[in-house]
């Protein structure tokens, strides 16, 4: 036992001891510094903000950050943006990543789903409208025709095609309206409203599928229904008409 002891007090022993850790730490710094270069240690980079980037020009974009890409999900359909486009990314904008790092993102998918057109007839124009958007379609062009249903929605197409309730068509596609002038295409003969009341004169207009336009008082009326007409525009006639749904301007006066 004493002999253990005075070599641990010799000369000998502390010079090894020193020796090995010496050795030590060289093998703990050649380590440490092996580590840093293999894990890339400290070299980090900011992730870029994609968004609204076309995919198809991230893979060279990050590439030249020393970064990838890839695609986490491309189902997502959103109304007036285009295809392929990036709406979200992971890590985050700003975020410090190592180098190689893959960014996760998602994109607007290429191809927009189907749906089915519903049944547009006999609706206005507004509510039709607001049908075809929460379907995730458009108004196209507003194409009118002769009928009394004014705004009211005779029929729609697509490209010049007739399309009936049910057809499918891409989701963002736009859809043309046939929508009533309001104007029939029947010629009616003016008739004669001259020394009626305006209550009399709106009974018999009625009756013919014409309007009240314009109505012109001399002087202050208390009763304008039972108010006289003493003139007209147009002026009854032979050769006088107008289409259904067309208007009369009317003067009126006290009795």
Known sequence: MSNVTDFIRSKVF??????????????????????GSFTNHGETVTVPNLKDMKFKDLKAFLESKSLNVEVSDSSVFILDKAPGLVIEQDPAPNELVKEGRTIYVTITRTVAPQVKIPNLVDVS?????????????????????????????????????TLNAGDELAKGSSIDLVLGDGVGS??????????????EATFVLQGSALN???????????????????QQEPEPGDSSFLKQGESLKLYLRNK
Not at 14 to 35: C, K, P
Not at 140 to 158: E, Q, R, S, T
Not at 213 to 223: H, I, S, T
């Open 14 to 35: 502390a010079v090894q001891a020193g020796l090995a850790i010496i050795v030590l730490i060289f093998l703990l710094f050649i380590t440490y510094n092996w580590l």
């Open 125 to 161: 124009q507004r509510q039709a409208e607001a049908i075809l958007n929460s379907y995730g379609l458009k108004v196209g062009h507003l194409i009118y025709k002769p009928d009394l249903a004014k705004d009211a929605v005779l029929g729609f197409m697509y490209n010049g095609r």
């Open 186 to 199: 029947t010629d009616v003969a003016v008739p004669q409203l001259v020394n009626l009341t305006l209550e």
């Open 212 to 230: 009240i336009g314009e109505l012109v008082f001399d002087g202050p009326v208390k009763d304008s229904m039972a108010a006289i007409i003493y």
